[in-house]
């Protein structure tokens, strides 16, 4: 299956959390044609998720919450672990999305990702 670059779909998940009313902008930008990104949903009350793609058993993309496990939903441990594996990723974006109903406006399936 061909993906969407990774600059492309940055930008259309942004556009459609700024449609929804939601503040959405790249706090890092990777490589522009196939970088993986982390969205975090912060809800400015000092929680946060944090979503990270994955493929499912039948090789569909889906997002894995990674906050449903031992991350939590603090937000200074959601930005350390992303700033984490930005230390390890060059190519990593991260896309920070506030909205204080939590909504991440992503179009695949997410997951727990406590499994």
């Known amino acids: 299956m061909d993906e969407l670059k990774t600059d492309f779909w940055a930008t259309a998940l942004m556009r459609r959390a700024q449609i929804a009313g939601a503040f959405a902008g790249v706090t890092r930008k990777g490589d522009t044609d196939a970088g993986a990104v982390l969205v975090k949903v912060a809800t400015m009350n000092g929680k946060a998720r944090l979503y990270a793609p994955a493929r499912d058993g039948d090789g569909e993309r889906i997002w894995l919450d990674l906050s449903a496990g031992p991350l939590g939903d603090?937000?200074?441990?959601?930005?350390?672990?992303?700033?984490?594996r930005a230390a390890t990723d060059p190519d990593l974006w991260v896309i920070e999305i506030e909205e204080k109903y939590g909504r991440h406006f992503l179009m695949e399936r997410v997951d727990s990702g406590s499994a």
């Open 74 to 84: 603090a937000e200074p441990d959601v930005d350390a672990y992303a700033r984490k």
